[in-house]
């Protein structure tokens, strides 16, 4: 194939994706916009389909994601739980993009992120306008009451900066994400991402920055992330019939068979995947 041939092939891809990006967005409510077209936190509808654009690339054919049972996603707000891995929120990125292009309901996603992120100089403003929020328990219930769906991580940036040797190893839950859940009365829906940790193997991190608030500095092994596929297993919604301010003992107990139900897909995944790439 010519160069031209082949340059003509990548606008055709491209163009299809574009189209099928404003598809979804098409179907998309986003509720609270004010006169300039912004939210109460600053997402920006205008922006997103190009900002999605090079994202569904990505997910498309870079990490070339594989959903399994994702249309168990209710047709309802619901608190998606993931662990979290990779280094960088990797994760986030594509467990976002298949909510937004291959559910059955496409919806925009938000996602809880640490509050440095809203300090990084350009990068915490245009996470902003793209829709992602501080994670703060009245910021997660106000999205859940205006019909959002939430994607938070309860291992929080433990889970993201594990070394490789110690790869899909489940950090502890916080309690903040089943309270969160049984306050809006919304179900959790546990997801297990498989493929993003060989995307960026780590030898560990440099906690040099932590007295400022920043998080550790992973030690890379490669600069740019490596292209291994994404499988993200979608599970069964739970609902608990608990009450948002019970004793930590009966939240406690209710967590762990949230992340046991993560670990159970992770496991499943490992053990299905025929290979990294």
């Known amino acids: 194939m010519s160069l031209l041939e082949n340059a003509m092939g990548w606008a055709e891809i491209w163009s299809r994706m574009k189209d099928e990006v404003d598809e979804a967005f098409e179907s998309i409510d986003f509720p609270d916009l004010n006169e300039f077209g912004q939210d109460p936190f600053g997402l920006q509808p205008a922006l997103l389909p190009k900002a999605a654009l090079p994202l569904y ?64 100089p350009f990068v915490g403003s245009f996470f902003e306008k793209c829709g992602q929020v501080t994670g703060t328990p009245e910021n997660c219930l106000y999205l859940l009451s205006r019909g959002y769906s939430v994607l938070v991580f309860p291992e929080g940036a433990k889970g993201i900066s594990k070394p490789f040797h110690r790869a899909y190893e489940l950090q502890n839950f916080g309690q903040g994400f089943l309270r969160l859940a049984l306050q809006a009365k ?37 600069l740019v992330p490596l292209p291994t596929q994404f499988h993200i297993h979608w599970g069964e919604p739970i609902r608990f019939s608990a009450e948002y301010d019970d004793d930590d003992e009966v939240i406690t107990g209710l967590v762990e068979k949230v992340r046991d139900r993560i670990r159970g897909m992770i496991e499943i995944g490992l053990e299905r995947r025929e290979s990294v790439f």
């Open 57 to 120: 690339w990505v997910y498309s054919h870079y990490f070339r994601v594989q959903n399994y049972h994702i249309d168990r996603l209710p047709n309802e707000p619901c608190l998606v739980v993931s662990n979290h891995t990779g280094q960088l929120p990797l994760d986030a990125a594509m467990i976002t993009a298949a909510v937004m292009t291959d559910a059955d309901h496409p919806r925009l996603l938000r996602a809880m992120v640490d509050h440095f992120v809203g300090r990084l």
């Open 186 to 222: 919304v179900p959790i829906v546990p997801v297990a991402v498989v493929g993003a940790e060989e995307a960026l193997p780590s030898l560990g991190t440099l906690d040099v920055l932590s007295r400022v608030g920043m998080p550790p500095i992973p030690m890379l092994t490669t």
